[in-house]
T-cell receptor, first 112, second 117 residues
Framework: EDQVTQSPEALRLQEGESSSLNCSYT??????LFWYRQDPGKGPEFLFT???AGEEKEKERLKATLTKKESFLHITAPKPEDSATYLC?????????????FGTGTLLAVQP | DTGVSQDPRHKITKRGQNVTFRCDPI?????LYWYRQTLGQGPEFLTY????????KSRLLSDRFSAERPKGSFSTLEIQRTEQGDSAMYLC???????????????FGPGTRLTVL
């Protein structure tokens, strides 16, 4: 069964303290791995798409990387406004499905 | 604002009542998705449309749930005879089909928070 696991469940950082979030996945085939940011009471906001092992994407203080079994979201010198839940999702290759399978997210709190 | 919009943003209803939610996708997007999210969980797929055709439904979508996209633009999600377990955030997303994979991202709306008393 296709599955996405994110760790840690929650992470508290001091402003400027860099760290990484992990997303491990088990799918029959991968048509894309997606990172979203979600603020409380709002819908997920798209951040990155990764398609193949070795691929990297960057946006401001965030960098996403992909291997054959997991993805990392690296946060460099975070600021309090980076506080949010970060969701990872995969789009399986099998069949005609276009659904995304999400992990449960990592709740990030950045303290000033 | 040209993003995905959803209405209402909040809905409180009594058990057994019917509710209907609306989603307006990004105008040039031909795919529309419905997800459900409960507290502390990631969104779970319910169903999706390509234009007006409903192409996939999750087993989570019981007989009490029905979705439509009559003209390939906006969509409605109706829940009949609501139950307390239906309380959740209902999210709509849209995307554009293309042979170029960069267009496969799904963009989400703000969601409709349903509370069933």
């Amino acid at each position: 069964e296709d599955q996405v696991t994110q760790s840690p469940e929650a992470l508290r950082l001091q402003e400027g303290e860099s760290s990484s979030l992990n997303c491990s996945y088990t799918v029959s085939g991968l048509r894309g791995l997606f990172w979203y940011r979600q603020d409380p009471g709002k819908g997920p906001e798209f951040l990155f798409t990764l398609y193949s092992a070795g691929e990297e994407k960057e946006k401001e203080r965030l960098k996403a990387t992909l291997t054959k079994k997991e993805s990392f979201l690296h946060i460099t010198a975070p600021k309090p406004e980076d506080s949010a839940t970060y969701l990872c999702a995969v789009r399986p290759l099998g069949g005609a499905t276009n659904k995304l399978i999400f992990g449960t997210g990592t709740l990030l709190a950045v303290q000033p | 604002d040209t993003g995905v919009s959803q209405d209402p943003r909040h809905k409180i209803t009594k058990r057994g009542q019917n509710v209907t939610f609306r989603c307006d996708p990004i105008s040039e997007h031909n795919r529309l998705y419905w997800y459900r999210q409960t507290l502390g969980q990631g969104p779970e797929f319910l169903t999706y449309f390509q234009n007006e055709a409903q192409l996939e439904k999750s087993r989570l979508l019981s007989d009490r749930f029905s979705a439509e996209r009559p003209k390939g633009s906006f969509s409605t999600l109706e829940i009949q005879r609501t139950e307390q377990g239906d309380s959740a955030m209902y999210l709509c997303a849209s995307s554009h089909t293309s042979v170029f994979r960069s267009y496969n991202e799904q963009f989400f709306g703000p969601g409709t928070r349903l509370t069933v008393l």
